[in-house]
């Protein structure tokens, strides 16, 4: 059994938040408590998983929803950087355009231009996101994808700092080029 499910004596909340973290215990296999296997979702519904359009059950709910997500902000893994002493350049990017990255911040170092780097590698963004934006006059948020989704949600979730953040998204099929970084940054460094 999952830890904490040894205190249900009677009745089993399925959005009980026992420790006051805001993440509800969840049901596991092996959990032998005859409710376990009812699942909802978590707005318009009690701590007991029943349905209720009662306005504070649903504003208890969304808190604790909401103080999930804050709690992740502290559990979930730092950014990674790559730091250069007067860089006044970010660039943000996520996942498998590291090594793309990594090579075009070189090759714009030898060209004169100091950029630091942050992987991003977990939502909700930690503070420390915020740190890195704020410590730069401008954060090319590169990535691959047509809409520019990180610098959506980097928008949306910085907006006193928006204008700080660049969008440079890419797809064409293949994975993200050094040059095409190189290119995109120059271009908007002009």
């Known amino acids: 059994m999952g830890r904490g499910f040894g205190k249900f004596k009677s009745d089993w909340g399925r959005y009980l938040d026992i420790d ?13 408590h005859e409710k376990a296997a009812y699942f909802t979702r978590g707005t318009g519904h009690d701590e007991f998983g029943n349905y209720s359009e009662d306005p504070e059950v649903w504003e208890q709910m969304t808190s604790r929803i909401k103080l999930k ?6 559990e979930l893994p730092e950014p990674i950087y790559t730091r250069v002493e007067g860089a006044k350049i970010g660039m943000i990017f996520m996942g498998s355009t590291e090594p793309a990255v990594l090579e075009a911040q070189d090759i714009l170092a030898a060209r004169g231009i100091k950029t630091n780097t942050m992987r991003v590698r977990s939502l909700p963004f930690s503070k420390e996101v915020k740190k890195f934006i ?6 090319y948020v590169l990535e691959l994808n047509q809409d520019g989704q ?6 949306i979730d910085n ?12 797809i064409d099929g293949l994975s993200m080029t050094a040059e095409w970084i190189i290119t995109s940054v120059l271009e908007k460094e002009q």
């Open 69 to 74: 997500f804050e709690h992740a902000r502290q």
């Open 159 to 170: 907006c006193d700092r928006v204008d700080r953040l660049i969008s440079l998204s890419h």
């Open 150 to 155: 990180l610098h959506q949600l980097l928008s």
């Open 134 to 139: 704020s410590a730069h006059q401008r954060n």
């Open 20 to 32: 006051g973290d805001g993440i509800p215990y969840r049901t596991v296999m092996g959990n032998q």
